[in-house]
């Protein structure tokens, strides 16, 4: 298996430092990092912001996550927006999934309060916070499943309305013309 020797420059978008790490990959790792490095701009930086400006949390929250959005990897001579990939997938998994990603949420600040209790907090944490979070996540995917499937169901009915009505005014009316 051939190696190929990287050069990865992380660049903290806060304190603009930059911090250098040496990796020595197989040829099949990099030939995957410029796959994912062709599809990187798939969505535009501006509209990642625009889609974090539009969403319902504070401007702290906001102002963080465009910040998280300017996190880069420099591989080789190549730049990876490795913060924006990470905001793409999130914003499409909670637009996709909503429920599921409040359920993720509430499970993990659930299992991520057992840390306060005394002494063994966090040991009991360690343990009661993956399964909330599985727990939050699953129960999350479900509602989605459901509320998906009774949205398909919706449409269908309304479609078998909307030709019925169209049946009944043909009836009526003799063909329809397009306007």
């Known amino acids: 298996m051939e190696i190929k020797e990287v050069k990865i420059i992380v660049k903290d978008p806060i304190s603009q430092k930059e911090e250098v790490i040496k990796k020595k990959i197989s040829i099949l790792a990099w030939k ?4 994912i490095l062709e599809t990187q701009d798939i969505v535009p930086k501006d509209k990642i912001i625009y889609a974090i400006q539009n969403l319902k ?12 959005a300017d996190i880069t990897l420099t ?3 190549r730049v990876i927006s490795i ?3 990470i905001l793409e997938l999130t ?11 409040t359920g ?11 840390n ?10 360690s343990i009661v916070t993956p399964l909330f979070l599985a727990l939050g996540l699953g129960i999350g995917i479900l509602r989605d499943i459901r509320e998906r499937s009774l949205r398909e169901k919706i449409k269908r009915d309304l479609l078998v309305d909307l030709e019925r009505v169209e049946q009944e005014l043909k009836k009526q009316f003799g063909p329809l013309r397009e306007i």
């Not at 993720?104 to 057992?114: P, Y």
């Open 83 to 85: 913060g924006k990939r």
């Open 57 to 68: 949390i504070p401007a702290e929250a906001k102002a963080i996550l465009v910040k998280i």
């Open 91 to 101: 914003l499409y998994f909670i637009r996709e999934f909503p429920n599921a990603a």
């Open 32 to 35: 995957k990092i410029e796959e």
């Open 75 to 77: 591989i080789g001579n």
């Open 116 to 125: 306060f209790v005394p002494w063994i907090g966090h040991f009991v944490s």
């Open 104 to 114: 993720a949420v509430v499970g993990l600040v659930i299992g991520l309060a057992f």
